[in-house]
Structure formats: structure tokens, C-alpha cells
């Protein structure tokens, strides 16, 4: 089965403390990105990469960090310097853009901090 | 500054009835959008999208209609079922790989 997973669904993580969220495609997109939701607000991008060993801040990317080893691979770390962690994140990603190409996303974690 | 905004955060509409959800977006050079539709706890789903070269595109019970020189679109489901009660998102692409969404609206369609 193609698609994006995310892991853990739920997550809880003391004050202070770093946390990395998984995210893991078969799907042969070349780009991933990663978007966190609030109550009653829109999905945010925090990063984005289009290849391999590249990526991009997104607009709320302050306090996250991210790599891209593999192509299948786009982990989240949420550090302590994030001020305000607690979120439902969400990955995504796209195939390459050759004409109207949409966003497939994983499941979401839910992040909360403790 | 908010370029992509949905400015209804919730819509109810009795089975059967049009549901009518709108976007309205602030850059002219996006070139393409989409709508999205998500249930709690869940990633959002892709329902629909439209090139910003055509004013309509229609999939089954869903249409999508552009106004560009209004920059605006708005997405038809019609008829409304209980299944559809989700919260919608508009999203229009910027650039090669950038999305950028709106905040969202909920549809509860009533039985």
C-alpha cells in the first residue's frame, strides 16, 4: 500500500525536552513538508524540502528543526526552544510538479506537552 | 498577512441542499488551487483543484468555480449528504512547492 505514515499518533513530552516526529513515504514524491494545525486555525508550514539533503524554513519554522537523509525520510524535531509545542503536526508530500499535483498527507500526530 | 482566507468558520445545511464553501485569496500569482477536506484527528484528503487557466471544474457532486479577477473560488457540493460534515480547506499553490491554506471552514449537513 502506497502512503505517508506518522508515528506515534499521540505524543507527550515533558517541559524542556526535545522530540522528533517520524514521517515516512513510499510513494517516490520528491518533495515533503511539514505543517502544524491549532484549534481553529489553518494548517502552517513549518519546513519543506524538494530533494534530498535540501530543505526549506517554512513560515513557523522557529524552535523546529528538520533533515533529509533519504527520499523516503522527512523527521521533525520539536526542541525546547519552541515556545509553544503543543499542536496536531501533520506531513505531506507531493510528486514532482509537472502540471496540477496535489498534497497526500499522513496521518497527523498529536503532540502534547506535559 | 493571511493570502489564502476562508471567512465562514462554519456552515449548516439540511441534506439534500447545495453547500456553498468560500475562499478568497490575495495573490494574483497563484496557479493553482485546491480543496481539501478533513475529519478530526485525521490528515486532510484531496477532493478537488482547478488550474488557474479555467473558471470551473466538476467531480461528481463537487464543482469548484475561480473568479480570478474577483480572487476568489468557491467550492459547490451538491446534494449535501451527512458524510460531507468535515471542515474544508482551500489551499492555492505559490511558487513550485510551496501550499498555502486558509483556517478552514466546517460544514454540518443536517439529516
Known amino acids: 500500500d502506497g502512503g505517508i505514515t506518522q508515528s506515534p499518533k499521540y505524543l507527550f513530552r515533558k517541559e524542556g525536552q526535545n522530540v522528533t516526529l517520524s514521517c515516512e513515504q513510499n510513494?517516490?514524491?520528491?518533495?515533503m513538508y511539514w505543517y502544524r494545525q491549532d484549534p481553529g486555525q489553518g494548517l502552517r508550514l513549518i519546513y519543506y524540502?524538494?530533494?534530498?539533503?535540501?530543505?526549506q524554513k517554512g513560515d513557523i519554522a522557529e524552535g523546529y528543526s528538520v533533515s533529509r537523509e533519504k527520499k523516503e525520510s522527512f523527521p521533525l524535531t520539536v526542541t525546547s526552544a519552541q515556545k509553544n509545542p503543543t499542536a496536531f503536526y501533520l506531513c505531506?508530500?507531493?510528486?514532482?510538479?509537472?502540471?496540477?499535483?496535489?498534497?497526500?498527507f499522513g496521518p497527523g500526530t498529536r503532540l502534547t506537552v506535559l | 498577512d493571511q493570502q489564502v482566507k476562508q471567512n465562514s468558520p462554519s456552515l449548516s445545511v439540511q441534506e439534500g441542499r447545495i453547500s456553498i464553501l468560500n475562499c478568497d485569496y490575495t495573490?494574483?500569482?497563484?496557479?493553482?488551487f485546491l480543496w481539501y477536506k478533513k475529519y478530526p484527528a485525521e490528515g486532510p484528503t484531496f477532493l478537488i483543484s482547478?488550474?488557474?487557466?479555467?473558471d470551473k471544474n466538476e467531480d461528481g457532486r463537487f464543482t469548484v468555480f475561480l473568479n480570478k479577477s474577483a480572487k476568489h473560488l468557491s467550492l459547490h457540493i451538491v446534494p449535501s449528504q451527512p458524510g460531507d460534515s468535515a471542515v474544508y480547506f482551500c489551499?492555492?499553490?505559490?511558487?513550485?512547492?510551496?501550499?498555502?491554506f486558509g483556517t478552514g471552514t466546517r460544514l454540518k449537513v443536517l439529516a
Open positions: 495573490n494574483s500569482m497563484f496557479d493553482y
Open positions: 489551499a492555492a499553490r505559490s511558487g513550485t512547492y510551496k501550499y498555502i
Open positions: 482547478i488550474s488557474s487557466i479555467k
Open positions: 510513494l517516490n514524491h520528491d518533495a
Open positions: 524540502s524538494q530533494i534530498v539533503n535540501d530543505f
Open positions: 505531506a508530500s507531493s510528486p514532482p510538479v509537472t502540471g496540477m499535483n496535489e498534497q497526500f
